[in-house]
């Protein structure tokens, strides 16, 4: 069918943002993400395999992602982060993709055989990358080898990940920093160069200074003093990275109620001073920039709350006082003024006399184009 007999027939929740699209665009992206052969009177994006995409069409108003790519590269995670933020939708046990070279090598194909314009890629949001899966399977490699044979098809690509140090190893450092230097022809230029923004990122994630609280809240993933390794060596590799000292907590003593963390059993994941070190840290490597969120208590699709976190939802309870906590989107949240107050106010400006940049995490996410 023609692409623009197609476009006609797009649900209507999917129109918001098409009319914004150039009309060359319109048609490579229809031909791309719409049911040709659909018999459906409305059509509704279908398609990839394992380069998962947020929906181009869809009206932005939540979720202003525009066009791009998330590659899962496994399902779940073994690193077992208290507060995880994809634990709301994971399978029961972390696991590898079936056929993911085969999926990947078809969904790279047909980005190049529908000439779908290029667009920022993530890996991953919703798993590890390198988690320890990675040593004995190499779907990463694979998966950064993929992007990096069809890098006219993608934008600014970012890697995401708490074990950096698998990432620095060599073979994997060579494609990170080739993925960060695209062909001096390649259409996402003038964009980087406007934005200042590195064509490729390694997203690394360390919100913790201290062992022990790293070890309370991420009790499978590396300690502090091997990511903080990991993450020197990207940087003497020539890997561009941004450090997520993500997910923030309340501190000791929680101001709005002045009781200690310890009255709730909770490790205190970050003081002030922690978080000068890790933004001390993120100033050395020369990180362009820092993340940050507050911690969500998410409620897991599987087996329940853990006790942490059913603290940090009872402790998030006082803090809010008089108001409650928020549900939304499968975890409750602070009400925002408390966040700022107890959060991240404090931490943005630490940055601030730091003269580090510092992004919230959707802020960040966009910010890749
Ligand atoms: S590393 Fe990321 S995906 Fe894995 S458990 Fe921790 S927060 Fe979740």
Redesign the pocket.
């Known amino acids: 069918m023609n692409a623009d007999k197609q476009v006609d027939r797009i649900d209507a929740r999917y129109r918001p943002v098409w009319d914004g699209v150039s009309p060359e665009h319109q048609r490579a992206l229809s031909r791309y993400f719409l049911p040709a052969r659909s018999q459906r009177t409305l059509l509704s994006p279908t398609r990839p395999r394992v380069v998962k995409w947020y929906c181009p069409f869809a009206h932005q108003e939540d979720f202003p992602s525009g066009h791009r790519y998330c590659i899962n590269v496994y399902t779940g ?5 208290l ?5 709301g939708y994971w399978p029961k046990v972390a696991a590898r993709k079936q056929r993911f070279a085969q999926q990947l090598a078809k969904d790279l194909a047909d980005l190049d055989a529908f000439d779908v314009p290029p667009a920022a890629v993530h890996l991953s949001n ?3 990358p390198f ?1 320890p899966m990675e040593l004995r399977h190499r779907d990463t490699l694979c998966a950064l080898e993929g992007v990096l044979a069809t890098r006219h098809r993608f934008t600014t690509v970012t890697v ?3 074990n950096p140090l698998l990432a620095a190893r060599p073979e994997y450092a060579r494609l990170l920093a080739a993925l960060a230097r695209p062909a001096s022809d390649h259409p996402g230029w003038p964009s980087w160069n406007e934005s200042g923004f590195p064509p490729a990122v390694v997203e690394v ?1 360390l919100p913790f200074w201290r062992e022990e609280a790293a070890r309370f809240w ?1 009790p499978r ?1 590396p300690g502090v003093k091997t990511r903080v390794a990991g993450i020197r060596r990207l940087a003497e590799a020539g890997v561009p990275v941004v450090l997520r000292i993500d997910p923030l907590f309340p501190r000791e003593p929680a101001n709005g109620i002045g009781v200690s963390l310890a009255a709730f059993g909770l490790e205190q994941p970050q003081t002030l001073e922690d978080l000068r070190a890790l933004v001390s840290l993120a100033q050395e490597v020369g990180a362009h920039h820092v993340v940050y969120s507050a911690a969500k208590v998410v409620r897991p699709r599987f087996g329940g709350l853990p006790p942490a976190m059913v603290a940090l939802r009872d402790l998030y309870a006082r803090l809010a006082e008089p108001k409650r906590l928020e549900w939304s989107g499968g975890s409750w949240r602070l009400p925002r003024e408390t966040i700022e107050r107890e959060i991240t106010g404090p931490f943005k400006n630490l940055c601030g006399e730091a003269g580090v940049r510092a992004m919230f995490c959707m802020e960040s996410l966009l910010a890749a184009r």
């Not at 995670?77 to 982060?81: A, D, F, K, L």
């Not at 507060?83 to 634990?87: E, G, K, L, R, T």
Request: proline residues 0%; glycine residues 4%; aromatic residues 10%.
């Open positions: 995670c073994t690193h077992g982060c507060y995880c933020y994809a634990a919703s798993t590890d988690q995401l990940t708490r994630s991420d993933a």
